[in-house]
Every structure is written in C-alpha cells, then in structure tokens.
C-alpha cells in the first residue's frame, strides 16, 4: 500500500493547488493518475490488478455522476476519484467518497453559521425540489446566482481530508 498512498498524497496535492488556483482539477493531473493506478495495478497484480484498476475507477465515477449532472459536484472532482480508486481499489475510493461528504457536511455547517444565511440557503434548497417535484425530473441545482464563483466551497477542501482519512484507515488499521 506505500506505492498507492505515495501516489493518492501526490494527487491530492496536485488536486488541491490546481482546484485553488484555476477552480478545475486540470484533466492532466486526473487522466495521468488514472494512468498511473492502472500501471501500478498491472504490476502488482498482473490482469486482476488491471481489471481492478477499470473497476476502481468505473464505481465512483458512476456513482458521483449523477452529482455532475445536477452541478453539485465538478467534473474534476468526479475525475479524481476516479483515479483514486484506479490507484487503490473501489472500496478504498467508495470509503474515500463517504468521509469527504462527512468533511464537506462539516464544512457546510460552518459556513452557515459563520455567513449567517442558513435560512436562505434552505430556502434555496426547498425552492430548487419543489422545482424537481413539479416538472418530475431533476433540474440542475446551481448557486443561487447572488454569490460570485470564488465564494463557493470547492468539493476539494473536503475532500483532501476524506481521503486522507480514509487512507490512515487503511495503512494504520
């Protein structure tokens, strides 16, 4: 698992400076970690590690797509677990996904209460699936147009310490 952790700190590191700086997690970054875990992969394991790779990136990015889709989650991001789990396996990506919602729940609670406009982001929220409800489908769910794009919270803050997380379970037990 050192080879794997090396790689997954390296990627959040990249992941990390390029979300920051650009507001995207730069496809390069995605793809050649992607690369990189199906390589490590095959080395390891041979064709199992190969087809565990494909898996590894396939099950998350099924999973987050639907919140690509309604714009709760950036392509980037979606990418990047991707890679994740091509470098360790679903599981380990799956895990990764759930402590990040648990980091990003937490960071969502504190800038509520640090904004102080917990009351109109529910508000926004109830709006937006009643809006579901009536045409019976989901509809893209996008800032509420009064905040400016840097004001955002980046999935990648959360999702740094999720994985992180998740990868001292996995190597401390």
């Given at each position: 698992?050192?080879?794997?952790?090396?790689?997954?700190?390296?990627?959040?590191?990249l992941?990390?400076?390029?979300d920051?700086?650009?507001?995207?997690?730069k496809?390069?970054?995605?793809?050649?970690?992607?690369?990189?875990?199906?390589?490590?992969?095959?080395?390891?394991?041979?064709l199992?590690g190969l087809?565990?790779?494909?898996?590894?990136?396939?099950?998350?990015?099924?999973l987050l797509?639907?919140?690509?889709?309604?714009k709760?989650?950036?392509a980037?991001d979606?990418?990047?677990?991707?890679?994740i789990?091509s470098?360790?396996g679903?599981g380990?990506?799956?895990?990764?996904?759930?402590?990040?919602?648990?980091?990003?729940?937490?960071a969502g609670?504190?800038?509520l209460?640090?904004?102080k406009n917990a009351?109109?982001?529910?508000?926004?929220f109830?709006?937006?699936m009643?809006?579901?409800?009536?045409?019976?489908?989901?509809m893209?769910?996008?800032n509420?147009?009064?905040?400016?794009?840097?004001?955002v919270?980046?999935?990648?803050?959360?999702?740094?310490?999720?994985?992180?997380?998740?990868?001292?379970?996995a190597?401390?037990?």
């Amino acid at each position: 698992m050192f080879i794997q952790s090396v790689e997954i700190i390296i990627l959040l590191l990249l992941s990390f400076i390029s979300d920051y700086k650009t507001l995207k997690i730069k496809n390069h970054i995605t793809l050649s970690f992607t690369a990189l875990g199906i390589i490590t992969g095959i080395m390891q394991k041979g064709l199992e590690g190969l087809a565990l790779s494909i898996l590894g990136w396939c099950l998350p990015v099924l999973l987050l797509f639907v919140l690509y889709a309604l714009k709760m989650l950036g392509a980037g991001d979606v990418k990047m677990f991707g890679a994740i789990g091509s470098i360790a396996g679903y599981g380990f990506a799956m895990h990764s996904i759930l402590y990040s919602f648990i980091f990003g729940g937490l960071a969502g609670i504190g800038l509520l209460i640090v904004r102080k406009n917990a009351g109109e982001r529910f508000r926004y929220f109830g709006t937006y699936m009643k809006s579901c409800f009536l045409v019976q489908k989901p509809m893209e769910y996008s800032n509420s147009g009064s905040e400016n794009k840097r004001s955002v919270f980046r999935f990648t803050y959360a999702a740094v310490p999720g994985v992180l997380a998740q990868l001292a379970f996995a190597v401390f037990g």
